[in-house]
């Protein structure tokens, strides 16, 4: 008997042992499957979008292969063609300021350049024109040497050449870049359910689009200044100063002297005639003074 006992004493050990197995792996799997669930619930951190809970934020994702070959394909294309900026400015002295400056713009239809800014200023000792030029770089050198062989005295000369091929391929690749998390942007917001999913990646796509307009409009302005040059110019023509007094000899200033005797004796003349009320009145004064001084006197005499 004590063997059947301990037969099922064994049995009835081995059972529960089975059963607190398979308990554990069924939690195992409802753990498991609320993992999943709770991953699926969140997007994708390099898509930008927020989470319904807000656990740790991971590191974002490196970006995906086929954005690095593109990277490297618009870096590759770009280096090829280096993006040279190229600016220069000029003072220059002439004789003849007008007939220079029809030169110069007989010049500029010559090397397909145009005027920018023209700005014209005359004075008492200087005229001068403030000249902002627009060339097309290839024909940047040959404007310079044609406008130093004519006339004028070069007085200041500046020339600048600035590479900004770095600078260019990071705005391109930026904007391949935001142009391809709009895409994916877009396909998520057809994607969200929630109201606050639809307007958070709309706002993410606001940004985007912004940060695109600008970037487009960053190398739209670098390949104007790259494809043409500008070229500052002060063209000024200098004025003498003639003097208007002369020298004059003794009997030139003899003669200046009695003339101005005689109108400064025809401007006291003028003078007393425009005061004639106040002597007649002063006269008038005096002779009844004197008068009265006159009777007096009798009196005391007799």
């Not at 930008?48 to 070959?69: D, F, K, S």
């Not at 040059?229 to 200046?256: I, Y």
């Amino acid at each position: 008997m004590k063997k059947y006992y301990y037969l099922l004493a064994l049995l009835l050990s081995f059972s529960a042992c089975q059963e607190r197995n398979s308990y554990e792996g069924k939690e195992s799997a409802i753990m498991a499957e609320s993992d999943e669930m709770e991953d699926a619930a969140y997007y994708d951190q390099e898509m930008g979008v927020l989470r319904t809970a807000e656990p740790p934020a991971p590191p974002p994702p490196p970006p995906p292969p086929e954005e690095n070959e593109q990277a490297q394909k618009i870096r590759n294309a770009i280096k090829k063609g280096s993006k040279i900026i190229k600016d220069g400015g000029l003072k220059v002295e002439v004789d003849q300021l007008k007939p220079t400056k029809a030169e110069i713009d007989s010049t500029l239809k010559k090397f397909d350049a145009y005027y920018e800014n023209e700005k014209y200023t005359s004075g008492t000792y200087r005229s001068t024109y403030h000249l902002t030029i627009r060339v097309p770089s290839k024909n940047f050198e040959a404007l310079l040497k044609a406008i130093e062989v004519g006339n004028g005295k070069i007085l200041e000369k500046n020339i600048s050449a600035r590479d900004v091929t770095d600078q260019y391929v990071d705005v391109a690749i930026r904007l391949e870049n935001n142009k391809t998390y709009l895409g994916r942007y877009r396909i998520l917001l057809n994607k969200a359910n929630s109201i606050k999913d639809i307007l958070e990646i709309q706002e993410k796509i606001r940004r985007i689009e912004e940060e695109i307009d600008s970037r487009t409009g960053r190398l739209k302005y670098m390949d104007d200044q790259v494809r043409f040059s500008t070229l500052r110019m002060e063209l000024f023509q200098e004025h003498e100063v003639v003097a208007t007094e002369k020298v004059r000899n003794f009997g030139e200033q003899l003669v200046g002297a009695f003339k101005n005797g005689i109108d400064g004796f025809l401007d006291f003349a003028l003078f007393l005639v425009g005061i004639w009320p106040f002597i007649l009145v002063g006269g008038l004064i005096l002779a009844f003074r004197k008068r009265i001084k006159w009777r007096f006197w009798r009196k005391d005499t007799y």
